[in-house]
């Protein structure tokens, strides 16, 4: 139980350092900008095409109909924005994995093994190929793991 607590608190004052903040931030800084960027440039066209294929889909236009009936003309216009939103959502959270896995682990394992594990012989066995790969398929994997929960998100806690 020491060595928990003592790894515990390690990792509590690891999360404190200037460092490591900028380290935590620069991922968050650059998805961002990156989904601003997105969002800007491509978020009229997809919906106005998730629209149109909203509209052309017959299960959709009944659901449609029914909320005309109900008054709420406004529900229609809402739909396209949200649905393009729960598609765009686990893409995001995974591109947010994979760039936390590129651009911090590697830093915080050499911060890690500079401050706590000087003495340690550093065997470079792994490639930044083979990391990416890696980080590739367990975001894939992350990405179906989403997809299966999605219909999860409707309900209520």
């Known amino acids: 139980m020491n060595l928990f607590l003592d790894s515990f608190w390690r990792a509590v004052a690891y999360c404190l350092m200037p460092q490591v903040m900028a380290l935590s931030l620069l991922p968050l800084c650059l998805l961002i900008v990156s989904s601003g960027l997105g969002i800007y440039f491509f978020w009229d066209t997809a919906?106005?095409?998730?629209?149109?294929?909203?509209?052309?889909?017959?299960?959709?236009s009944s659901v449609f109909k029914w909320f005309d009936?109900?008054?709420?003309?406004?529900?229609?216009?809402?739909?396209?924005p949200l649905g393009l939103l729960m598609l765009v959502l686990p893409i995001i959270i995974v591109l947010s994995l994979l760039s936390v896995s590129w651009l911090m682990t590697p830093a915080m394992v050499r911060l890690v093994a500079q401050r706590r594990f000087e003495g340690l012989k550093r065997l470079h066995g792994g490639s930044f190929v083979q990391s990416m790969a890696i980080s590739l398929g367990l975001s894939l994997l992350t990405l179906v793991a989403l997809i299966i929960s999605m219909p999860l998100w409707l309900l209520p806690p």
């Open 47 to 60: 919906v106005s095409q998730l629209q149109t294929l909203m509209g052309d889909w017959a299960l959709l």
């Open 69 to 80: 009936e109900l008054g709420a003309q406004g529900l229609r216009s809402v739909m396209a």
